[in-house]
C-alpha cells in the first residue's frame, strides 16, 4: 500500500455502523468532511461529534438506495458494523457508487492509518493491517519527536520564502542552504529553549542570507 494525503474539505463520508470503532472513525474523518453515520444504536460519545446521524436499522440489500439518498460528493464508505453479510452488501455498493471503501473488520483497499500532528506535519502509520496495535504504539512514540519538530517546519517555511526572494541562487544552493539549517546544532537549540528570533538569526548566517537586505 501507499500512502496518499488527500483534502477532504466538501467531500462526503459514510459510516454505518454506531459502535466504538465507528465512533473513532467519525471523529476523524470530521475534521474535515462531511459525515453521516447510520445505525440502530449510537455509542455514547456521538453526541460531541458533528455529523448528521440517520437512527436505522439497515438490511443488506438496502446499502445502495442508502448511498443514493447521501447528498454531496461522496468520496469514502465505512462499513463498520459488527455484521459481516450488510459490511459486503456496504462495501460492494460503495465501490459501484464510485468511492473508496474503508473495511474495519479486514485490510480493505485502504486503511486509515495511526496520525501524529503538530501543526502542518502529520505522520501517518500503517502496518498493512498486521498490528493496528503496533500503528497505535508507534504513533504515541512519535507525538513527543513532532512536536519537538514542529518550530523547525516553521523556520524552513519562513527560510524557504526568504531564500526565493533571493534571486541570484540556483535550486541547488537553496536545497544546500536549507540542509545546512536543518544540521545545525545552535538553530535546533535555540528552538528546543523556545528562542524562536534567535534561531531564525542563527540560520539566516547558516544560510548564508544577510538579514539586512
Ligand atoms: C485494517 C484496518 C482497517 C481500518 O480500520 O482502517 C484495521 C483493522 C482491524 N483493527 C482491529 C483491532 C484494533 N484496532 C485498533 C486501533 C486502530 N486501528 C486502526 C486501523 C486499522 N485497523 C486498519 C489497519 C491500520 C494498519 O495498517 O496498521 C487505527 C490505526 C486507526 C483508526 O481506526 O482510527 C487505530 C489506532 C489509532 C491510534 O490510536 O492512533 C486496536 C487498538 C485499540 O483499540 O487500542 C485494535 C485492538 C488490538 C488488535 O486487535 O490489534 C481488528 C481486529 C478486530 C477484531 O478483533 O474483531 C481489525 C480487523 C482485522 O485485523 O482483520
Ligand atoms: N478497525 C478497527 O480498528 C477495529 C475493527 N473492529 C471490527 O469492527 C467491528 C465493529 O466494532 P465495534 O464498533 O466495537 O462493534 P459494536 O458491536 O460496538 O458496534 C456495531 C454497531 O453496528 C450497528 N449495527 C449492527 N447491525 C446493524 C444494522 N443491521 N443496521 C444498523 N446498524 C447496525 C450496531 O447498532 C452498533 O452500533 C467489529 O465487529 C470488528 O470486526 C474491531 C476493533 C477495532
Redesign the pocket.
Request: no cysteine; aromatic share 4%; hydrophobic share 45%.
Given at each position: 500500500m501507499l500512502p496518499l494525503f488527500h483534502d477532504f474539505e466538501g467531500k462526503t463520508v459514510v459510516i454505518?455502523?454506531?459502535?466504538?470503532?465507528?465512533l473513532?472513525k467519525a471523529r476523524t474523518y470530521t475534521i474535515e468532511a462531511d459525515v453521516t453515520v447510520?445505525?440502530?444504536?449510537?455509542?455514547d460519545g456521538f453526541d460531541e461529534v458533528d455529523c448528521e446521524r440517520r437512527r436505522?436499522?439497515?438490511?443488506p440489500d438496502e446499502a445502495d438506495e442508502l448511498l443514493a439518498s447521501v447528498e454531496g460528493d461522496l468520496f469514502l464508505v465505512i462499513p463498520?458494523?459488527?455484521?459481516r453479510t450488510?459490511n459486503d452488501a456496504i462495501a460492494r455498493a460503495g465501490r459501484e457508487a464510485g468511492a473508496l471503501v474503508n473495511r474495519?473488520?479486514e485490510r480493505g483497499d485502504t486503511v486509515t492509518p495511526a496520525r501524529a500532528e503538530s501543526g502542518t506535519l502529520t505522520v501517518a502509520i500503517s502496518t498493512g493491517g498486521e498490528s493496528?496495535a503496533v500503528a497505535r504504539h508507534l504513533r504515541r512514540e512519535i507525538e513527543p519527536l513532532l512536536e519537538r519538530t514542529e518550530p523547525m517546519g516553521r523556520l524552513q517555511a519562513d527560510l524557504r520564502e526568504q531564500l526565493a526572494e533571493e534571486s541570484d541562487l540556483s535550486a541547488d544552493q537553496r536545497r544546500q542552504a536549507l540542509r545546512r539549517v536543518i544540521d545545525d546544532d545552535g538553530v535546533w537549540r535555540a528552538l528546543e529553549d523556545g528562542r524562536y528570533e534567535d534561531a531564525r538569526d542563527r540560520a539566516l548566517e547558516v544560510a548564508g542570507i544577510d538579514p539586512s537586505e
Open positions: 454505518v455502523g454506531g459502535g466504538r470503532v465507528a473513532r447510520v445505525a440502530d444504536a449510537f455509542a436505522r436499522r439497515l438490511e463498520a458494523t459488527d455484521d450488510l474495519v473488520d493496528p
